[in-house]
């Protein structure tokens, strides 16, 4: 069974600092990470992906993947209350396998 | 809007019903699917099409029909539910064949069964 494993929160973060969201995965042979920020009653959207060792950096946002250690991460600099959301972690096994999803850390932000 | 769309929106209906969710996507992908997302769990992916051929039943009831007409249009038909399949059901879609494919999904239907 693949997993996907994530902090569940609320993880709750002062506007303007950095939040850091992590995430666990026990296939080792993933190859696609995808983070995901889903508002309240609203679908996932996709916001970061990454593929490679290392960081990857879009805006605010920066995904950082390390394969050996089987963990992906996502920080968010300069919080603002409209990162206020769950935020889910993907990750896609080798091939044309499917995405697994994590259960999702939700994230406040505090004005 | 991500390219994707679904309807409705909400929907209630009672354990003896029969109602059909819609799907569409106009990103020109050729993989669709359905997921469900209920409370405190991950996303449950419960059908997937590739080129409208069905690749993948999660041992999903029988209580839900899924329909792959053409590789833009998905329907899940729902018939005799239960109150526990009561959630939030998705569609996604992505271009399958390409190693990175991403998937983007539609806003949901928000399906109550009383």
């Known amino acids: 069974q693949k997993e996907v494993e994530q902090n569940s929160g609320p993880l709750s973060v002062p506007e303007g600092a950095i939040a850091s969201l992590n995430c666990t995965y026990s296939d080792r042979v993933s190859q696609s990470f995808f983070w995901y920020r889903q508002y309240s009653g609203k679908s996932p959207e996709l916001i970061m992906s990454?593929?490679?060792?290392g960081d990857k950096e879009d805006g605010r946002f920066t995904a950082q993947l390390n394969k050996a250690s089987q963990y992906v991460s996502l920080l968010i600099r300069d919080s603002q209350p409209s990162d206020s959301a769950t935020y889910l972690c993907?990750?896609?096994?080798?091939?044309?396998?499917?995405?697994?999803f994590g259960t999702g850390t939700r994230l406040t932000i505090i004005p | 809007e991500t390219g994707v769309t679904q309807t409705p929106r909400h929907l209630v209906m009672g354990m003896t019903n029969k109602k059909s969710l819609k799907c569409e996507q106009h990103l020109g992908h050729n993989a669709m699917y359905w997921y469900k997302q209920s409370a405190k769990k991950p996303l449950e992916l419960m059908f997937v099409y590739n080129f409208k051929e069905q690749t993948e039943n999660n041992s999903v009831p029988s209580r839900f029909s899924p329909e792959c007409p053409n590789s833009s249009h998905l329907f899940l038909h729902l018939h005799t539910l239960q109150p526990e399949d009561s959630a939030l059901y998705l569609c996604?879609?992505?271009?399958?064949?390409?190693?990175?494919?991403?998937?983007?999904f539609g806003p949901g239907t928000r399906l109550t069964v009383l």
């Open positions: 993907a990750v896609r096994g080798f091939g044309n396998e499917k995405l697994t």
């Open positions: 996604a879609s992505s271009q399958e064949g390409r190693s990175r494919d991403t998937q983007y």
């Open positions: 990454i593929y490679s060792n």
